[in-house]
């Protein structure tokens, strides 16, 4: 689980480790802006790298619909993060998934 800690996220994880969650927790600082955060995600969009199983209205819409400037997009934010950790973080040792 990721949890971005610059707006309360230490929190976030000091209640899901009180309530017994047993998930790894990985804490993130956000330390630039959307825009740029999301620029590389978009690039493996781009590449036809990233593909969306099932119905994802509200992401989708946010992901369609979002220019800088506007209010936070918290699920197109998450996204950015998950995707970032799974497919970007040059620190893993192994593919984190599967190409096809």
Same mark, same amino acid.
């Given at each position: 689980?990721? @949890?971005e @800690?610059n707006?309360?996220g230490?929190? @976030?994880?000091?209640? /899901?480790r009180a %309530?017994?969650v !047993? /998930? *790894?927790?990985q804490t993130v600082r956000?330390?630039?802006?959307?825009?740029?955060?999301a620029e *590389?995600?978009?690039? /493996?969009y781009?590449?036809?790298?990233v @593909?969306?199983?099932g119905v994802?209205?509200?992401?989708?819409?946010?992901?369609c %619909?979002? %220019? *800088?400037?506007?209010?936070s997009?918290? !699920?197109?934010?998450?996204?950015?993060?998950?995707?970032?950790?799974?497919?970007?973080?040059?620190q893993s040792q192994?593919p984190?998934v599967?190409?096809?």
């Amino acid at each position: 689980m990721i @949890v971005e @800690v610059n707006q309360g996220g230490d929190m @976030v994880s000091s209640v /899901l480790r009180a %309530t017994g969650v !047993r /998930l *790894p927790i990985q804490t993130v600082r956000a330390a630039r802006g959307k825009y740029t955060r999301a620029e *590389p995600i978009a690039a /493996l969009y781009e590449q036809g790298k990233v @593909v969306h199983v099932g119905v994802h209205s509200a992401l989708e819409d946010q992901l369609c %619909t979002w %220019t *800088p400037g506007d209010s936070s997009p918290d !699920r197109l934010d998450a996204l950015c993060w998950a995707a970032w950790a799974l497919m970007l973080d040059g620190q893993s040792q192994r593919p984190r998934v599967r190409e096809y």
